[in-house]
């Protein structure tokens, strides 16, 4: 029996989702030889600020922005769960409902990567997916600069090919180059509280889901 393709997942709080996301998945799926990408909107986040709007309108957002291509699904688990959402929990959700065999590449800017080491069980990860760090302006991914523990884990984990992945379910660190996209969702934030224009660093359709319900507009959390 033929192994698996890797699955990625795609965490994050898409407060709103960006094309700085849509891109990275996308050139994952591309460079890592992806079957697709599970996107998981974050419930509640624990190790960062609450997130602006509710769970449910970043979980529409994204909906919107991945719908159209099949390489991506959305997985409302965490949204719907109303709990503190943590990485590793789902992991295991996700092992048990995949099996053994599968390889899970959790998916992560350089940024989120940085700060890895303050997640909740953060070393449990390896023990469920790989893990691949996708390059982000102003966040250079070195040994030498990462927090000692997480260093420590990047040191003997890091493989620079992803045809690796592939080979194993879990456990290793690789890094892909992505095109390199300053967009932010604060940023995004910023402009919509000022008024301002959020065209092409959002798709069309979370450009209009926003306008419909107010979003960000001004400072209400609706
Ligand atoms: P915020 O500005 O609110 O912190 P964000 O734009 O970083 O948000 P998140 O939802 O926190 O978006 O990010 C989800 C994941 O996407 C994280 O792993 C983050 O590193 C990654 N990511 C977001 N934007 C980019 C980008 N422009 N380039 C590379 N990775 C990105």
Known sequence: MRDPLPLGI???TFDPVHVGHLRLAEEASETLGLSGVRWIPAGQPKHREAPQVTPAHRLQMVRLATAGNPLFSVDPAEV???????TVPTLERLRE???????????????????????????????FAHLAVA???????????LPAPLAEEHRQRYAPEPATLAAAGAGIITTFAMTPLTISATHIRQILAQGQSPRYLLTQPVID?????HLYRNNDGS
């Open 209 to 213: 889901y926003i306008d419909l319900h």
């Open 135 to 145: 390059h982000r302006p102003g966040y250079p991914v070195n040994a030498d600069t």
């Open 80 to 86: 719907e769960s109303g709990e503190a959402s943590f």
């Open 10 to 12: 795609f965490g994050g």
């Open 97 to 127: 409902k995949f099996g053994q065999r599968q390889p899970l590449i959790l998916l992560l800017g350089a940024d989120a990567y940085a700060g890895l080491n303050t997640w909740h069980r953060w070393q449990e990860i390896f023990s």
